[in-house]
T-cell receptor, first 115, second 111 residues
């Protein structure tokens, strides 16, 4: 158990809908990262927050947004969902502001299926 | 275009063998390289490397970076069936703090 929690575990929804994925980092970790993993694209970095501020942005679509709250949990919002958004979404946390020199800990993931 | 290429794509070895996995990269303004192990679930962080020639070691796993030739290797000695997984390499660039992932090497260790 990494200490990172993600909810929900599975999510099935229809095209055009909006969903929110939630992540709670390990106790004491200020950095939260979001990743998307699909069969055809592999693991892709979406976005990183550190102590509530956006630190890095990857290939995150405009339909997607994220935020990190004062209690350090983070939410990833996906809107106008398309079939191609079906994937595993991982959250990870670390104590580092930049690169995870002290390690990076992944949650179990949320599996999103868009029908 | 920034990219990370891992090789081989897949390999199958017997328990006790030593394996070397490769990660080469072309990333603007390289900052760090990370290795992960992914079994059937979430990735597990293994190493972060920033300096050339300095080996990082954890048990039977070790990794080294060559910033001149733009690659890293991950060595696993005395492999065990529990080492069976996909090993992912990611490179972080200074520009935008982006992570670039390779497609991974699938390792299967048979008894």
């Amino acid at each position: 158990d990494s200490g990172v929690t993600q909810t929900p575990k599975h999510l099935i929804t229809a095209t055009g809908q909006r969903v929110t994925l939630r992540c709670s980092p390990r106790s004491g970790d200020l950095s939260v990262y979001w990743y998307q993993q699909s069969l055809d694209q592999g693991l892709q970095f979406l976005i990183q927050y550190y102590n509530g501020e956006e630190r890095a942005k990857g290939n995150i679509l405009e339909r997607f947004s994220a935020q990190q709250f004062p209690d350090l949990h983070s939410e990833l919002n996906l809107s106008s969902l398309e079939l191609g958004d079906s994937a595993l979404y991982f959250c990870a946390s670390s104590s580092d502001i930049r690169d995870p020199i002290n390690g990076q800990f992944f949650g179990p993931g949320t599996r999103l299926t868009v029908l | 275009e920034d990219k990370v290429v891992q090789s081989p794509l897949s390999l199958v070895v017997h328990e006790g063998d030593t394996v070397t996995l490769n990660c080469s990269y072309e990333v603007t303004n390289f900052r760090s390289l990370l290795w992960y192990k992914q079994e059937k679930k979430a990735p597990t962080f293994l190493f972060m490397l920033t300096s050339s020639g300095i080996e990082k070691k954890s048990g039977r796993l070790s990794s080294i970076l060559d910033k001149k030739e733009l690659f890293s290797i991950l060595n696993i000695t005395a492999t065990q069936t529990g080492d069976s997984a996909v090993y992912l390499c990611a490179v972080v660039g200074w520009a935008g703090n982006q992570f670039y992932f390779g497609t991974g090497t699938s390792l299967t260790v048979i008894p």
